[in-house]
């Protein structure tokens, strides 16, 4: 197979020029130094409109679980800190604690009484551990203590514990997998859900408390339970294809499914990230992290990049949100990370409280930028202003620039699939393969989706054999549904840039097709810093509309004082000018229906992690939005809103 310079006609065709402007001008200063391990890639053709694509650079070797590491690195750094966390708060409302260390050693032995406890109770994939808490020291026990037997463990969305009324998604999760064994950190928070949605006769085991409703046993007593030889006949029965855990798609309009993770999955894609991303084995790694476990970046990608590599994570139990921001502040003040891993919005408030000119924020640029060699961002578009301010606070601190990186991947590829190949990264950019995995590419409907098939794509979704073949095309390449463009259509080896989702893009009623990504981002871009995310509207309707969630920041906007209602604010007269200078600015710029917004309207309400319209980590899932807020849509393109803007002219 030849490398090729440029893509076929047929693909080039596919490609569009709508990728967002490269952040801030020529680098006022250098980018700290940062090897990107695939930088050129092989391309192929195939049958009419398809294509196939991988980096020339192959896969090495990669062990058969993931136990193998962490009994590794129990043995060669048997010391070192394998993950931290803060005591809780002596009282409500006080700060929490200091920073409770356990060692891979320590988390070596535990794991092995937990395994024999769970040995003891005869788990496995028929019957495996359901863990509904967030990130704790237990939780990530309880995970190594599962491999460590073969019995797989489901981190589920603490939200369907604690912020569901129905409990509707839980059930499902427990009637899916059929658990013979429950976790939750605490009676207190957790008690009612597990009422409601577990079965009287399963076990549960909290860390807090009791329950009157189930058989509970404390958390301490796995950890205490005597390790025997049946700890090490089960690890060593366990191999590539034995199932490590199930991690549960988002679900929109359907209900989520279970995507099988086996071990072969978990390994291959970490020493695929290991390979695209030399950084991660250049120095002790160390992560100060808030991503959720029961979503692939944060359990998959972040909690197995610190086990494989033998790193160090400090759980932050802050989070991108008004009231959880400042524990997250205050974890980077203190802990330097070696590269940093966040949402756009979390990147938002780390670049504004990195501005301030105060002791804290002296500290921040300090501390957060001292030894940090790589910045990733992943689940929405990063707004210029934002990008900038942190090249500004970098260059003033440390008088180099961090490179930000991004990539493309999904709960179904482990997730890590695409990366970026260069520090000149613009939004949108998702660079090439990472080795191993080749990628097929299909021209549908006038877009590019991406295909995916290497060694660390599910094999399926657990006991839904239906959604499971369709899933796949006939050679076998998983269908994410991605759309994907050249970020340069005369060199292949720049790699792909985001173009939508194919299930979110319609035609209006006209028969124009619309592009819902690229023209959310540009939304995204031109409302910024007041817009945390857009869903696009018209459907069958003549005009294209825009719904857009806006940012805490529009409160000081809108100049009203904090006990004014969000309603209040997005119809106070400076928000709505700023906004209408917004579609103004976007109908200039807009070349037809199709891109041009029509009518704009602003949500009061945020998403809601009950209903499935924005994940744990915080993307937005347009189609959720749409089907729950299909009155507002309804009004917004029947003039029935209290405020619609409209452009100024035409």
Not at 351 to 356: K, R
Not at 448 to 477: K, L, S
Request: proline share 7%; with cysteine; charged share 20%.
């Amino acid at each position: 197979m030849s490398t090729v310079e440029a893509p076929p006609a047929s693909v080039a065709a596919s490609a569009t020029s709508n990728a967002a402007p490269a952040p801030g001008t020529a680098p006022a200063a250098p980018f700290r130094p940062l090897a990107f391990g695939v930088t050129r890639v092989h391309l192929r053709d195939g049958a009419p409109g398809t294509h196939y694509l991988r980096a020339e650079q192959p896969l090495q070797p990669y062990p058969e679980r993931m136990t193998d590491r962490l009994q590794h690195w129990a043995t060669t750094a048997p010391e070192r800190t394998w993950m931290a966390r803060r005591t809780p708060p002596a009282a409500p409302g006080q700060p929490s604690g200091d920073w409770q260390h356990i060692s891979y050693a320590q988390a070596w032995q535990q794991a092995r009484a937990i395994a024999q406890a769970l040995l003891n109770r005869g788990l496995s994939a028929e019957r495996p551990v359901v863990i509904l808490s967030e990130n704790s020291l237990e939780h990530a026990l309880l995970s190594l203590g599962c491999m460590v037997a073969g019995v797989p463990f489901v981190p589920t969305s603490p939200a369907y514990s604690l912020i569901s009324t129905d409990y509707d998604k839980l059930r499902h999760v427990l009637h899916t997998v059929t658990p013979g064994l429950v976790f939750a950190t605490d009676a207190a928070r957790y008690g009612k859900a597990i009422g409601a949605a577990v079965d009287a006769d399963t076990e549960v085991v909290l860390v807090h408390g009791r329950l009157d409703s189930h058989q509970c046993t404390p958390f301490a007593d796995l950890v205490a339970t005597p390790a025997t030889a049946a700890v090490d006949r089960a690890m060593a029965a366990t191999g590539p294809n034995t199932i490590a855990k199930f991690l549960f798609t988002s679900g929109s309009t359907k209900l989520p499914k279970a995507v099988i993770n086996t071990q072969r999955m978990w390994v291959a894609n970490q020493q695929q990230m290991t390979q695209s991303m030399p950084v991660l084995t250049e120095q002790p790694l160390v992560l100060v992290d808030w991503l959720p476990w029961n979503h692939t970046f944060g359990g998959n990608h972040n909690f197995g990049m610190v086990l494989y590599n033998g790193g160090t994570l400090y759980i932050d139990d802050g989070k991108p949100t008004p009231a959880l921001m400042a524990e997250t502040l205050r974890n980077l003040r203190e802990v330097a990370p070696t590269v940093y891993f966040n949402v756009p919005t979390g990147f938002e408030a780390i670049a504004n409280a990195m501005q301030a000119d105060s002791d804290d924020g002296r500290l921040l640029r300090k501390t957060f930028l001292s030894r940090v060699r790589m910045f990733f961002y992943a689940g929405a578009a990063l707004s210029q202003p934002v990008w900038d301010s942190l090249y500004q606070s970098e260059e003033r601190e440390i008088g180099q620039r961090i490179v930000m990186t991004s990539g493309l991947g999904m709960t179904e590829s482990g997730p890590f699939g695409l990366f970026v190949t260069s520090p000149n990264v613009k939004a949108g950019d998702l660079g090439v393969p990472t080795p191993g995995m080749e990628v097929k590419l299909v021209d549908c409907d006038g877009k590019t989706e991406v295909r995916y098939r290497g060694p660390n794509i599910t094999p399926g979704y657990w006991r839904a054999p239906a959604e499971t073949a369709e899933a796949f095309d006939d050679e076998g390449y998983f269908c994410s549904g991605d759309a994907v463009r050249w970020i340069d259509e005369t060199d292949i080896h720049q790699g792909l840039a985001f173009d939508g989702r194919i299930a979110e893009d319609f035609k209006l009623a006209t028969g124009t097709f619309v592009s819902v990504g690229p023209l959310r981002g540009k939304v995204i871009a031109a409302g910024a810093p007041y817009v945390q995310d857009v869903v696009v509207t018209g459907i069958n309707t003549k005009e294209v509309g825009a719904m857009v969630f806006p940012t805490a920041a529009v409160r000081q906007l809108s100049g009203l004082g904090p006990d004014a209602s969000m309603h209040e604010v997005v119809d106070s007269a400076p928000v709505l000018a700023f906004f209408q200078q917004v579609v103004d600015q976007l109908a200039q710029t807009a070349t037809g229906s199709a891109n041009r917004v029509a009518r704009l309207c602003l949500l009061a309400d945020p998403p809601t992690l009950d209903r499935g319209e924005v994940t744990d980590k915080g993307s937005i899932n347009q189609r959720a939005v749409l089907a729950h807020r299909a009155a507002t849509v309804a009004k917004l393109h029947a003039d029935e809103l209290h405020f619609i803007l409209k452009p100024s002219q035409g």
